[in-house]
């Protein structure tokens, strides 16, 4: 799959609700940045991480992740190392 557009983002998140809320605009305050922006679209986060871990080696049905699939990380920052999977509290 390729990088999508700002504009594909746009028309996918208001007709059909790909992102909600939807910020039509990059918002900067601070340092963290949101919105839409020329690069895609920069989302918030949570302080509360569920961080995918497989220390079972157990089959993973990326359909159907088990709850034990994963750790609670709850705090400011959420290093993501490469090829894992990190979600905000609202998964």
Do not use: H
């Not at 609700?17 to 949570?46: E, H, N, T, W």
């Not at 992740?65 to 990380?73: H, Y």
Request: one cysteine or more.
């Amino acid at each position: 799959m390729s990088v999508l557009s700002d504009k594909w983002i746009r028309t996918a998140a208001i007709k059909n609700g790909m992102i909600k809320p939807f910020i039509k605009k990059q918002v900067r305050k601070g340092k963290i940045s949101f919105g839409l922006s020329s690069y895609g679209y920069d989302a918030r986060v949570s302080d509360e991480f569920k961080i995918f871990t497989n220390v079972n080696s157990g089959v993973v049905d990326p359909k159907l992740f088990k709850k034990e699939s994963f750790v609670t990380k709850k705090g400011k920052e959420c290093i993501i190392p490469p090829k894992f999977l990190c979600f905000s509290k609202n998964y």
